[in-house]
C-alpha cells in the first residue's frame, strides 16, 4: 500500500510540477487570465464526476464553501503572480510555509495544540525564508511578498476545509473554488486580456488538467497510506519544479538558495510527520 501511495505522490508531485513550469511559460499572461483558464480545465473535470455521481452542486456549507473559494483563489492567482519575480523552486517552497500560517490560525480559531517541538520546525522553516531571501540575490521583495502572502492565504484555506469537515464532498468544495476561479478571474481579467494565440489555447486548458490530476492522486495517496508517511512526500513538487527551471527554463539557484529550499522543505517535513504521527 506504501509503495502505490509513493507512486501516487510522485505523479501528482509531478502534475503541480508541469502546472507550475507552465505558468511560468505563459509569464505573459495577466494571472488573473491564467486563474480564469486554470479552473475552465478542472471544472471539465469536477461538474461531471459530480453530476454522475448524483452529488448537489449546491453543496451544505454555502458560506463556508465560498470563504473557501475566495481565499483559495487569493492564494493561486498571487502565487501565480510570484512566479513572474521568482525561481520556481523558490516560490513552490515559500508558498509551502502555509501550514505555519495555518497552525497560527488553528491555535486561535479552532483551539487546536501546537507540540513544542512543532515550533522548531516551524522555525527551521522560516530560517530557510530568511536564508533566501538575506542570501539569495535572485529572491526579490516584490516576489517574496507575493509568496508569502500566498502562503497566507492558503493556512486560511487549511482553516475553512477542517471547519467543512465530511458535510461536504470533497468535488464539491473543489468545485466550489473552481467556479468562484471562474467567476473572478474572467472578471478581473477583463482589462488585461491577452487572446491566446496557437497552442497557447491547449497550454491554458492544461492547467486545470494538471492540477485535477495532481490533486486526484495526492488525495489517492494519502487515502492508501498513512497520513505522517504519505504526506511529506508533496515536497518533491519542489525537486521536480526545480529540475524543470534548471533544464527548461535555465533558472539558476545558488548554494543559499538551495540551502534556504532545504531548511523549509525538512522544517515543514518533520512538522507534518510530528502532527500526523500516532
Same mark, same amino acid.
Given at each position: 500500500?506504501?509503495?502505490?501511495?509513493?507512486?501516487?505522490?510522485?505523479?501528482?508531485?509531478?502534475?503541480?510540477?508541469?502546472?507550475?513550469?507552465?505558468?511560468?511559460?505563459?509569464?505573459? /499572461?495577466?494571472?488573473?487570465?491564467?486563474?480564469?483558464?486554470?479552473?475552465?480545465?478542472?471544472?471539465?473535470?469536477?461538474?461531471?464526476?459530480?453530476?454522475?455521481?448524483?452529488?448537489?452542486?449546491?453543496?451544505?456549507?454555502?458560506?463556508?464553501?465560498?470563504?473557501?473559494?475566495?481565499?483559495?483563489?487569493?492564494?493561486?492567482?498571487?502565487?501565480?503572480?510570484?512566479?513572474?519575480?521568482?525561481?520556481?523552486?523558490?516560490?513552490?517552497?515559500?508558498?509551502?510555509?502555509?501550514?505555519?500560517?495555518?497552525?497560527?490560525?488553528?491555535?486561535?480559531?479552532?483551539?487546536?495544540?501546537?507540540?513544542?517541538?512543532?515550533?522548531?520546525?516551524?522555525?527551521?522553516?522560516?530560517?530557510?525564508?530568511?536564508?533566501?531571501?538575506?542570501?539569495?540575490?535572485?529572491?526579490?521583495?516584490?516576489?517574496?511578498?507575493?509568496?508569502?502572502?500566498?502562503?497566507?492565504?492558503?493556512?486560511?484555506? /487549511?482553516?475553512?476545509?477542517?471547519?467543512?469537515?465530511?458535510?461536504?464532498?470533497?468535488?464539491?468544495?473543489?468545485?466550489?473554488?473552481?467556479?468562484?476561479?471562474?467567476?473572478?478571474?474572467?472578471?478581473?481579467?477583463?482589462?488585461?486580456?491577452?487572446?491566446?494565440?496557437?497552442?497557447?489555447?491547449?497550454?491554458?486548458?492544461?492547467?486545470?488538467? /494538471?492540477?485535477?490530476?495532481?490533486?486526484?492522486?495526492?488525495?489517492?495517496?494519502?487515502?492508501?497510506?498513512?497520513?505522517?508517511?504519505?504526506?511529506?512526500?508533496?515536497?518533491?513538487?519542489?525537486? /521536480?519544479?526545480?529540475?524543470?527551471?534548471?533544464?527548461?527554463?535555465?533558472?539558476?539557484?545558488?548554494?543559499?538558495?538551495?540551502?534556504?529550499?532545504?531548511?523549509?522543505?525538512?522544517?515543514?517535513?518533520?512538522?507534518?510527520?510530528?502532527?500526523?504521527?500516532?
Amino acid at each position: 500500500m506504501l509503495k502505490k501511495a509513493i507512486q501516487f505522490m510522485i505523479i501528482s508531485a509531478i502534475a503541480f510540477a508541469f502546472l507550475n513550469a507552465v505558468v511560468k511559460y505563459l509569464g505573459d /499572461f495577466n494571472a488573473y487570465q491564467i486563474v480564469f483558464f486554470r479552473s475552465i480545465g478542472t471544472l471539465a473535470f469536477t461538474i461531471p464526476f459530480l453530476l454522475k455521481h448524483k452529488i448537489s452542486i449546491y453543496g451544505n456549507k454555502k458560506t463556508l464553501l465560498i470563504l473557501r473559494g475566495i481565499v483559495g483563489v487569493t492564494s493561486m492567482a498571487l502565487f501565480f503572480m510570484s512566479l513572474k519575480y521568482l525561481p520556481m523552486g523558490s516560490a513552490v517552497s515559500l508558498r509551502y510555509i502555509s501550514p505555519i500560517f495555518a497552525a497560527v490560525f488553528a491555535l486561535f480559531i479552532l483551539k487546536e495544540k501546537i507540540k513544542y517541538i512543532q515550533w522548531l520546525f516551524f522555525l527551521i522553516a522560516f530560517c530557510g525564508v530568511l536564508v533566501l531571501k538575506g542570501f539569495d540575490t535572485q529572491i526579490g521583495t516584490t516576489g517574496l511578498l507575493l509568496a508569502l502572502a500566498s502562503a497566507f492565504f492558503s493556512g486560511l484555506v /487549511f482553516i475553512t476545509i477542517r471547519k467543512i469537515g465530511t458535510d461536504d464532498h470533497p468535488v464539491v468544495v473543489v468545485n466550489y473554488f473552481m467556479i468562484i476561479a471562474l467567476l473572478a478571474g474572467g472578471i478581473l481579467c477583463i482589462p488585461y486580456w491577452k487572446t491566446p494565440i496557437g497552442w497557447e489555447w491547449a497550454l491554458l486548458l492544461s492547467l486545470g488538467i /494538471f492540477g485535477y490530476v495532481g490533486q486526484l492522486y495526492m488525495t489517492k495517496a494519502l487515502q492508501l497510506a498513512e497520513t505522517n508517511k504519505a504526506a511529506p512526500l508533496k515536497y518533491i513538487e519542489v525537486i /521536480f519544479t526545480m529540475l524543470i527551471g534548471l533544464s527548461w527554463f535555465h533558472e539558476s539557484y545558488t548554494l543559499w538558495s538551495v540551502l534556504g529550499i532545504i531548511l523549509i522543505v525538512i522544517g515543514l517535513t518533520l512538522n507534518t510527520y510530528t502532527k500526523t504521527a500516532k
